[in-house]
């Protein structure tokens, strides 16, 4: 029971916060209440088939494979797959770190892992779509285009600036998190 | 449209997978199930935390905070506007678009879109449990910066 309750403080702590809300500034208190119910309504749509193939790609897939097509050595093709699999996804972006952690166990190449992360979070396909729809191609296409060096950057950098324990540690979480 | 493909996508597979080995298609959907509830409860917490967001911050605050400033302190504030707070691309996007009907710079609309879409503060915590804390911050502090590359090529080809 207080393993329960220390794993879930975080959001008690704020479910809290909402309740006060409720009797000091009702309106914000109920106005809150409404959006966390459509965004709780609109993720349980998306969750069930990213989380099914999920576990399928972690039972079906040989880590052996994995590391063929999006480790060390997968140069070129290990970040077109990392963009692609980011880019076809749909949903909010805390829901692709499982999906990295998977990545990671299954023996990807970190900086792939982040090509992946930078995918889904800039250039998700019905993201852009909707983009292109409210502010114009020109600024999509631009913010696209650019976007593609930055994620490419950004994973760069950061796999650059990590040190080896550091990456040792990323890819432990990762065993002990979908063992 | 986009969810209803991975919906079907899911449910070939699974069929599949049951047809070639039941014992394997059931382990794999308590795998799903794990790591669902690894993050459920960071999940729901980030739930309560944007509703709150959404209601304390609502369009007109956001317009009042990046639609009025300009230059660099106005793109500062927008990209940390962007950074702190979540809000879905359906509700994003046409602000932006309101914003800049109004007289907001590409450049500041840019910095917004940019961070609220790479940084994630209020999403930290879910990224730092599979990332670790140095990675994780390297990441978002990585994006924070390019996004200021990004709306300034913005700027240039579109201000």
């Known amino acids: ?179 | 449209m986009f969810t209803i493909i991975l919906y079907v996508l899911a449910s070939v597979l699974l069929i599949l997978s049951f047809f070639k080995d039941p014992g394997k298609t059931k382990k794999a959907l308590k795998k799903a199930w794990k790591a669902f509830d690894n993050i459920l409860p960071q999940l729901m917490g980030i739930l309560v935390i944007v509703g709150l967001m959404l209601a304390a911050v609502d369009p007109e605050t956001i317009s009042r905070l990046i639609g009025g400033e300009s230059g660099l302190p106005g793109m500062l504030l927008a990209a940390v506007v962007g950074g702190i707070t979540l809000i879905p691309g359906f509700v994003a996007f046409p602000l932006a678009a309101t914003l800049l009907n109004n007289g907001a710079g590409f450049m500041q609309i840019a910095v917004f879109i940019s961070t609220l879409m790479m940084v994630g503060v209020v999403t930290l915590p879910v990224e730092i449990q599979y990332f670790g804390k140095r990675a994780a911050v390297l990441r978002n502090t990585l994006a924070f910066s390019f996004s200021f590359v990004v709306a300034l090529v913005i700027g240039v080809i579109l201000g």
């Open chain 1, 1 to 179: 029971m207080n393993k329960l309750i220390r794993r879930y403080r975080f959001a008690l702590v704020l479910v809290f916060i909402n309740l006060l809300m409720l009797l000091i500034l009702p309106e914000i208190g109920f106005s809150a209440l409404y959006h966390t119910r459509i965004n709780t309504l609109e993720m349980l749509y998306v969750i069930p088939p990213i989380f099914i193939i999920l576990g399928l790609l972690d039972v079906w897939v040989p880590r052996e494979t994995m590391m063929k097509l999006m480790g060390e050595n997968s140069g070129f093709l290990g970040k077109i797959i990392a963009f692609l699999m980011g880019s076809l996804a749909a949903g909010p972006l805390y829901v692709a770190f499982p999906i990295a952690g998977l990545l990671l166990k299954k023996g990807s190449k970190f900086s792939n892992v982040l090509i992946f992360i930078g995918a889904w979070s800039t250039t998700k396909i019905p993201l852009l779509l909707f983009e292109a729809s409210a502010l114009g191609w020109t600024f999509m296409l631009t913010r696209f285009t650019v976007n593609l060096f930055v994620i490419l950057l950004i994973a760069g950098i950061t796999e650059k600036l990590l040190k080896g324990a550091d990456k040792t540690d990323i890819y432990k979480r990762a065993h002990s998190l979908s063992n």
